[in-house]
């Protein structure tokens, strides 16, 4: 199948798919007499798969070595636990930076008096800083 068919199959863009390759993140793609690359299942399985780990969150480079040691002839299943773990972690750290934002917000919300009396108290201040620069107020 052609690039454009890929991309309609998967859901990423050509230019995505190509940029895949040229980083390694997928296999070469074999090119037909005219130099039209020419998909096939595997390359379709692994734009999936790169797809899906990204969705994950897994940057480029530690899904090009991820992907380095998948391919390489040796077993390497410790070196790729580890860095399935440490993205985890990784996640785990933005779900929880998240979930505070998240709880911060929905208290702000459930809690309007609070809200009026820290905005209140920043017009205060914002008030008081601007009368302080009318009467040439930095002395220094």
């Not at 020419?38 to 798969?49: L, P, S, T």
């Not at 299943?77 to 998240?98: G, N």
């Not at 998240?102 to 914002?126: G, P, S, V, Y």
């Amino acid at each position: 199948m052609t690039i454009k068919e890929a991309s309609e199959l998967t859901g990423v863009p050509s230019a995505t798919i190509r940029y895949y390759e040229k980083e390694g993140l997928i296999p070469a793609i074999d090119r037909n007499e005219v130099g039209v690359r020419q998909i096939d299942d595997r390359i379709i399985r692994r734009i999936n798969f790169v797809k899906t780990m990204r969705a994950a969150g897994m940057g480029i480079d530690i899904l090009r070595r991820y992907i380095q040691l998948f391919d390489a002839k040796e077993d390497n299943e410790v070196q790729q636990r580890e860095l399935l773990q440490e993205q985890l972690a990784i996640m785990e750290e933005k779900r929880d930076d998240l979930q505070f934002a998240i709880d911060h917000l929905t208290f702000k919300l459930e809690n309007r008096a609070h809200m009026e009396n820290a905005e209140a108290e920043l017009r205060q201040l914002e008030k008081q800083h601007e009368e302080k620069g009318e009467r040439g107020g930095d002395e220094n």
